[in-house]
């Protein structure tokens, strides 16, 4: 979870002056719990925010209550942030990180300076993550977990992913072909080596994992954006 938070932390800013609910400040980021939230359970998600990155001596605002069996993150956005499709992917798997570490179902709300919400984002709708060793496989609704858990077998008899070397992929569905994501260093982007390993291993994901459907594979940043794709030679 701590980086998905901390890429969190640089958007974030402090509500309006108002009652929002009990309060209390941890290093800096405030946060109000109301409707349910126990202290207990506010103060489990302040030292998260504090181990992690997000309050970092900065002001900032969130706020955590309960919705009948689910709970509710609010967090106050930049509105520069607010449509940036870089952070989409930070956005999406947000609910998930928090929901396993706060043992809750919690979804993400993106908010004004008074707390009232302008984007949602579902856990029902997050990517999920598995792990193929110390490889975070990534997948979003679109592929089954039965498909996930076959990428990640391969992944390791494949010898893509070990116990040290941490890496992160993501496993997507547009129509029928599979999208396969990876973080790449830029300067590999124009590699041609490392393009013509990645026509292979294209092919091999679709003999092997995916019954010789339609394979592309994304070449991406550390946020999971597209900088180049490897589809047709």
Partial sequence: MKKIITLLAAIALLVSCANYGEKKIFNGTEVYYKDGVTEAQADKLGESLVTSGFADGAGKSVQFLKDGENYIFKMVIKDDFLNDKSMESVFNIFPKELSDYMDLPVDLHLCDDSFTTLRVHKL?????????????????????LAEAEKLKDFLIEFGFSDDQNRKTVALDKENDAYIFKMVLDKSRIEDKNTVSLLYMFKDKLSKNVFNNQTVKIHMCDELMNTMKIVEHK
């Fill in 124 to 144: 029902a709708d997050a990517i999920q993550t598995i792990m193929a060793k110390a490889t975070e496989v990534r997948y979003t609704k679109n592929v089954t």
